[in-house]
């Protein structure tokens, strides 16, 4: 049976990144076969390391992960600037990569990609097209989600937003909400401190009021919030992204939100994400506003939503990559 080597070349701790390799090593394990996650340090280490969901990692020098990387099916989950070097090796090494979206392709890591000739794996289809005018040839398979299996709560909060506090997130639009709700939107998510300055603290410099910080990387951590709200939250848009999932979505979905969204996410036809289906789109900080304080039934869109969370399911995505690596 073949084994799986999972590289975490990145330094966040929190956001989609971590989310994906943890569903995608919950997945394999699912399927009963041995998956093992590591990060590249200077020196290996016997011990073993949490990372998120009750999975844990091994730190190995560079030497080792190559080592590992001919021996087992090996995949680089995500990868950041700091880490090119390791990146390129592991390529040359044909390593499988995974890309969540067009703003990581560039550099070096688009020139070791080119290279070597790699085919990566990206979540979103519309980034096949993005990838394709880059000149490089990719598959798209969705990203895995395991549900988590707890009681569902009465929802006693209105609204939650659990992205990372950053540009991409547009997190500002939130803030903006919040200084004319009765009932405010409650803020968690890793905190990108030049946004905040730069950005936040400009539009509302007791913003913090509503803010939580981050939650916990424990199984659980998000759903136990969720699982209280109303509605899920998240602005995000990103340059010639957009139309697929992200975690939050799933997420949302699985703890039975109500998903509102940026308009800017909506790609039109072939949209996973659906106006008026299984989530609502907005523009501004006003349309938020009026929903969120309306009297609107949107049941079908949470009944929808868990319908459509069945097409992430990990098993089946896990098999699907294993056709690719």
Known sequence: MAKIALFYLAKPKYGGWVTFTSHLYRSFVKLNIPVYLFKISNKTESKQRHFNDNIFYQNVDL???LNISQEFKSIIT????????CTDRLLKNKSNLIIHDPTEMKGHL?????NYN????????INVGNLRDLGIVSFFIKHPYIPYNKRKEEKT??????????????TDIIIKANQNLKEKIKIYGAENRLYTFHKLDKIDDKWRKNYYGTFSNQIGGV???LNKSKYMIDMSAIKKDGGGSQYTFLEGWDSRCIIILNKKWDIGTGNIMEHNKNCLFVENEIELKNILEGENNYESLINQGLIDLQSFNGE???KEYLKLI
């Open 223 to 225: 759903f136990n919030i």
């Open 63 to 65: 030497p080792t992960a």
């Open 78 to 85: 995500a990868t950041d600037k700091t880490f090119h070097e």
């Open 110 to 114: 688009l020139e070791s990609v080119k």
């Open 316 to 318: 089946k995505i896990a």
């Open 157 to 170: 909060n209105l609204a939650v937003a659990t992205s990372r506090i950053d540009f991409d997130k547009h």
């Open 118 to 125: 790699t085919m990566p794996i990206t979540i979103r289809a």
